[in-house]
């Protein structure tokens, strides 16, 4: 709906890292918008999301802050989430290790089998159980092949925790799919549709359809 769309966009700032000469600049925007925000909006859920965690903690400032958010966000009715593709990103910054591990109730693992060899240290830094690490080195080791889904870990501050299957819409995978030639599919039929975005991936997600309803 492009009412709820807009609603949702005016309370969701997204700003990005990816330049090297704006970094400086846009670490102070990002930090100082939050912490106003933080400190101003009174029983409102914040949340801080850094995304591809690697490169905010490439910056002392920005390990600093993360730090101090960590440690301080939960006061004001907020939350700070770090995502990133290696453990080692946190591990290998002292500034946060601690402060991010230490006050992360709620931690989620995706498949880890390429940290097979070395998960003993890992387990010990996140202060995992063995039936939680159990539980983590079975992702996707038996998935059911006639569907297409990836499992995910759960863990609630040691109190549960849980391996689920995530599973989208033909629609959502279009949309989101990282896989270069799946994307050029979706900007070309985007393209052959006048720009119309929406349609290309309704049209991919139904030829999709199709194509397996024929097995």
């Known amino acids: 709906c492009p009412e709820t769309y807009r609603r949702n966009a005016t309370r969701r700032w997204v700003l990005s890292l990816q330049n090297k000469e704006l970094f400086p600049v846009v670490t102070i ?11 101003r909006l009174k029983g409102v859920r914040k949340q801080l999301i850094v995304e591809e965690a690697w490169k905010a903690l490439s910056s002392a400032n920005m390990a600093e802050y993360l ?9 004001y009715f907020g939350e700070a989430i770090v995502v990133t593709q290696e453990v080692d990103d946190i591990i290998a910054s002292p500034i946060v290790k601690e402060a991010i591990i230490n006050n992360s109730d709620c931690k989620i693992l995706l498949d880890q089998r390429k940290y097979m060899n070395k998960f003993d240290s ?20 038996a998935n059911n092949p006639g569907r297409l889904y990836k499992e995910v870990w759960f863990g609630l501050g040691g109190v ?6 995530t599973e989208v819409s033909a629609e959502e995978y279009a949309t989101y799919t990282t896989e270069e030639s799946e994307k050029l ?8 549709l006048g720009g119309n975005y ?12 199709r194509k397996e309803n024929k097995y």
């Open 29 to 39: 925007i990002i930090m100082e918008a939050f912490i106003n925000k933080m400190r």
């Open 67 to 75: 730090k101090y958010m960590y440690k301080t966000v939960r006061k």
């Open 122 to 141: 890992i387990q010990a830094l996140l202060g995992l159980t063995d039936k939680e690490k159990g539980q983590i080195l079975s992702i996707n080791q």
């Open 160 to 165: 549960q925790s849980a391996v689920y299957a």
């Open 185 to 192: 599919e979706v900007f070309n039929k985007t393209a052959e």
């Open 198 to 209: 929406e349609l290309a991936v309704k049209q991919i997600a139904e030829a999709k359809r």
